[in-house]
């Protein structure tokens, strides 16, 4: 794809298709995404790509902590509930998921299964667990080199036909991620990524977020 194609088209997916991912292809996507800006060539960012038996008992203690109500004890923190427009936002896309998915407002079924698609990572036959080096906690620049990664590699994975989603329900549970994943304690998790061959018949693939405008986003001076 040219660079533009793959930003206008790319997708959150949240359904996959029982089908492997060649190591050597991710091996292939980070080293691309790797050439993300990085503040001072830091390069805070480490990833722990895990699949098969690791990701399905990664997948399984996230669900059963969660359900049984062990409180969530992910390292990046999340910050305040998100409210205004910020919050408008965030209903409006999943009012346009669960739309596609045949969710109704008061379906507690349906609407529990999509939570539980979440904690597990949506079934993705590849996750990647993007962490920061533990002496730079504290500061804002790692994080933000890591989103900068991250960024790059749901884009690169795109360009090749794989689907990703940002999924940091799957690692709500940090202590089964950090076990299974092997993880050392020198290190902060910060998020995961879902990865996968699209399943094009699973509705909510075809959805597709808004934006606000350029009009509403930039303020030029100076022209």
């Not at 699949?51 to 969660?66: F, H, T, Y």
């Not at 667990?129 to 906690?137: C, G, P, S």
């Not at 989603?165 to 994943?181: C, D, H, L, T, Y």
Request: with cysteine.
């Amino acid at each position: 794809m040219e660079f533009d194609e793959v930003i206008k088209t790319r997708r959150s997916i949240r359904g996959y298709l029982d089908k492997p991912v060649p190591k050597e292809l991710i091996r292939e996507i980070l080293e691309i995404a790797m050439r993300a800006p990085t503040s001072m060539n830091s390069q805070p960012w480490n990833f722990y790509v895990v699949a098969g038996d690791v990701l399905d008992r990664i997948r399984k203690g996230n669900v059963e902590r969660n359900v049984a109500g062990v409180p969530d004890s992910r390292e990046f923190r999340m910050g305040p509930p998100y409210a205004g427009v910020h919050r408008d936002r965030q209903v409006e896309i999943a009012v346009q998921l669960f739309q596609a998915m045949g969710i109704a407002r008061d379906d507690k079924e349906k609407r529990m299964d999509w939570v539980l698609r979440g904690f597990r990572q949506f079934d993705a036959p590849v996750s990647i667990v993007i962490t920061y080096d533990k002496a730079l906690a504290g500061g804002d620049i790692p994080p933000f080199d890591c989103g900068g990664v991250v960024n790059c590699i749901v884009n690169t994975a795109w360009s090749r036909g794989l689907g990703c989603v940002i999924n940091s329900q799957g690692i709500m549970q940090s202590p089964v991620v950090r076990e299974e994943a092997g993880i050392p304690d020198d290190q902060v998790i910060q998020t995961c990524v879902a990865m996968g061959w699209p399943d094009d018949t699973f509705p909510a693939n075809a959805v597709v977020s808004k934006r606000k405008s350029v009009d509403e986003a930039a303020v030029f001076r100076g022209f």
